[in-house]
C-alpha cells in the first residue's frame, strides 16, 4: 500500500530568511541543521526521520562560499544516509559558477568540479535561479532545473516603466537575457554595452562604448548578478552620459562585495532591483536606491512541482510573446 509520508525541508545557514519564507508559504517546518564545534568544523544533525521521505535543502552557496559549499554537502550526505527516498539541492545561487569554462591554460573549470561534487555527495536532482552560464546542467548526469528570476520580477516591472523604455546588457554575453526582457516589457529597443576585461585579473572591468539610441530614454540594465558593480556601475555612467533620462538596474544575485556599497551610492543608477537569493548586506539595505524582490513563491512553487510530478517550464517559466503565438 502506498504511503505519503510528505517531504522535508531542510537548510543550512547560507540563507535562513529566504528558507524559512519558502517554508510558510507551503505550510511547512524547515529545519535547520547546522552546528559548529569548537575547532570550527561543521556538524549536522537532521531533527526528523527522513526515510522514504522527499527532502529539499535550501542552501545558496554564497559568501562564506567555500562554508556554505561544505553546509550543502554535508546535509545532503546526512540526508542520503537517512535513506531519504530522493534529495534536491535548491541553490538559488549557485557559487563558483562564473569559472564555467578553460578560457586559458592552467585553470580549474570551477563549476564543474563543484557541481559533480554535489553530484557524488548524493543529490539526485539540483535546482538553481538564474545559473551563470546555460551550459552548467550539462556537467552532471542528474536532473538540473534552473528557474528565471523574472517570474519574481516581472509584476513588479510592469507599470515602472513609460513606453519609452530600452532594455541594456552591460556586456555582449547579456544580450539574450536584455531581449528577453525586452520582449516581455514591450521595450522599444535593446542596447548593448562593451567592456574590456582583463582575463588576467578578476572583477575588473572597463566601459567602452555602446550600441543603442538611448537619448531621453528610461533604460533598463539586466544582469546576472552584482558583485563588486563595477560592471553595472560603468555601463549606467555611460548609458547616462548618452542622454538616457532614467537608469534602473535589475540583477539576480546580490553579493555587493567592497566596494560595490560606494560605487552604487556615486553612480547614474537611479534604482536597483534585486532579488533575494542571497542574504543582502545590511549597508545595501538602508541604501534607498535599492528595492528587494523575494523569490520565495518561485522555489515554494518549484518544490510543489517537483514533489507533484507537475511541469516547471509550464507553470515557472515565463513566455515570451513570440512563445505565446507559436
Same mark, same amino acid.
Given at each position: 500500500?502506498?504511503?505519503d509520508? %510528505?517531504?522535508?525541508?531542510?537548510?543550512? $545557514?547560507?540563507?535562513?530568511?529566504l528558507? !524559512?519564507?519558502?517554508?510558510?508559504?507551503?505550510? /511547512?517546518?524547515?529545519?535547520?541543521?547546522?552546528?559548529?564545534?569548537a *575547532?570550527?568544523e561543521?556538524?549536522?544533525?537532521?531533527?526528523?526521520?527522513?526515510?522514504?521521505?522527499d527532502?529539499?535543502?535550501?542552501? #545558496?552557496?554564497?559568501? #562564506?562560499?567555500?562554508a556554505n559549499?561544505?553546509?550543502?554537502?554535508?546535509?545532503?550526505?546526512?540526508? /542520503?544516509?537517512?535513506?531519504?527516498?530522493?534529495?534536491?539541492?535548491?541553490i538559488?545561487y549557485?557559487?563558483?559558477?562564473?569559472?564555467?569554462?578553460?578560457?586559458?591554460p592552467?585553470?580549474?573549470?570551477?563549476?564543474?568540479?563543484i557541481a559533480?561534487l554535489?553530484?557524488?555527495? %548524493?543529490?539526485d536532482r539540483i535546482?538553481?535561479?538564474?545559473?551563470?552560464?546555460? !551550459?552548467?546542467?550539462?556537467?552532471?548526469?542528474i536532473?538540473?532545473?534552473?528557474?528565471?528570476s523574472?517570474y519574481?520580477?516581472?509584476p513588479y516591472?510592469?507599470?515602472?516603466f513609460?513606453?519609452?523604455?530600452i532594455?541594456?546588457?552591460?556586456?555582449k554575453?547579456?544580450?539574450?537575457?536584455?531581449?528577453?526582457?525586452?520582449?516581455l516589457?514591450?521595450?522599444d529597443?535593446?542596447?548593448?554595452?562593451? /567592456?574590456?576585461r582583463?582575463?588576467?585579473?578578476?572583477?575588473?572591468?572597463?566601459?567602452?562604448?555602446?550600441?543603442?539610441?538611448?537619448? *531621453?530614454? *528610461?533604460?533598463?540594465?539586466?544582469?546576472?548578478?552584482?558583485?563588486?558593480?563595477?560592471?553595472?556601475?560603468?555601463?549606467?555612467?555611460?548609458?547616462?552620459?548618452?542622454?538616457?533620462?532614467?537608469v534602473?538596474?535589475l540583477?539576480?544575485h546580490?553579493l555587493?562585495?567592497?566596494?560595490?556599497?560606494?560605487r552604487?551610492k *556615486?553612480?547614474s543608477?537611479?534604482?536597483?532591483?534585486? $532579488?533575494? $537569493?542571497? #542574504?543582502?548586506?545590511?549597508?545595501? +539595505?538602508e541604501?534607498?536606491?535599492?528595492?528587494?524582490i523575494?523569490?520565495?513563491? +518561485?522555489?515554494a512553487?518549484?518544490?510543489?512541482?517537483?514533489?507533484?510530478g507537475?511541469?516547471?517550464s509550464?507553470?515557472?517559466?515565463?513566455?515570451?510573446?513570440?512563445?505565446?503565438?507559436?
Amino acid at each position: 500500500m502506498a504511503n505519503d509520508n %510528505g517531504f522535508v525541508l531542510l537548510t543550512g $545557514t547560507a540563507n535562513l530568511k529566504l528558507a !524559512q519564507d519558502v517554508a510558510k508559504i507551503l505550510g /511547512k517546518n524547515v529545519d535547520e541543521t547546522v552546528s559548529v564545534f569548537a *575547532d570550527g568544523e561543521k556538524r549536522i544533525v537532521i531533527p526528523e526521520n527522513l526515510r522514504k521521505r522527499d527532502v529539499f535543502i535550501i542552501q #545558496p552557496t554564497c559568501p #562564506p562560499v567555500d562554508a556554505n559549499i561544505m553546509e550543502l554537502f554535508l546535509i545532503i550526505d546526512a540526508a /542520503k544516509r537517512s535513506s531519504a527516498s530522493e534529495v534536491s539541492a535548491i541553490i538559488p545561487y549557485f557559487g563558483y559558477s562564473r569559472q564555467d569554462r578553460k578560457d586559458r591554460p592552467r585553470v580549474p573549470i570551477s563549476a564543474s568540479i563543484i557541481a559533480r561534487l554535489i553530484e557524488y555527495a %548524493g543529490a539526485d536532482r539540483i535546482l538553481t535561479v538564474d545559473i551563470h552560464s546555460e !551550459q552548467e546542467p550539462g556537467f552532471v548526469e542528474i536532473p538540473w532545473d534552473n528557474l528565471y528570476s523574472s517570474y519574481s520580477f516581472l509584476p513588479y516591472l510592469k507599470g515602472q516603466f513609460t513606453s519609452n523604455l530600452i532594455i541594456a546588457s552591460p556586456d555582449k554575453g547579456g544580450v539574450l537575457k536584455a531581449a528577453f526582457y525586452a520582449d516581455l516589457l514591450d521595450a522599444d529597443g535593446v542596447a548593448i554595452v562593451f /567592456k574590456e576585461r582583463d582575463v588576467m585579473k578578476a572583477n575588473e572591468s572597463k566601459a567602452l562604448d555602446m550600441i543603442g539610441d538611448v537619448k *531621453d530614454k *528610461d533604460v533598463l540594465i539586466v544582469d546576472d548578478m552584482i558583485d563588486t558593480a563595477g560592471t553595472i556601475c560603468d555601463a549606467a555612467n555611460l548609458i547616462k552620459e548618452r542622454g538616457a533620462k532614467k537608469v534602473v538596474a535589475l540583477a539576480t544575485h546580490g553579493l555587493f562585495s567592497d566596494p560595490a556599497p560606494q560605487r552604487i551610492k *556615486d553612480s547614474s543608477l537611479d534604482k536597483i532591483f534585486i $532579488t533575494d $537569493t542571497v #542574504p543582502i548586506r545590511k549597508e545595501m +539595505l538602508e541604501n534607498p536606491k535599492l528595492e528587494v524582490i523575494s523569490v520565495a513563491k +518561485l522555489l515554494a512553487e518549484a518544490i510543489s512541482c517537483i514533489y507533484n510530478g507537475d511541469s516547471i517550464s509550464e507553470k515557472l517559466i515565463p513566455k515570451t510573446h513570440r512563445e505565446e503565438r507559436n
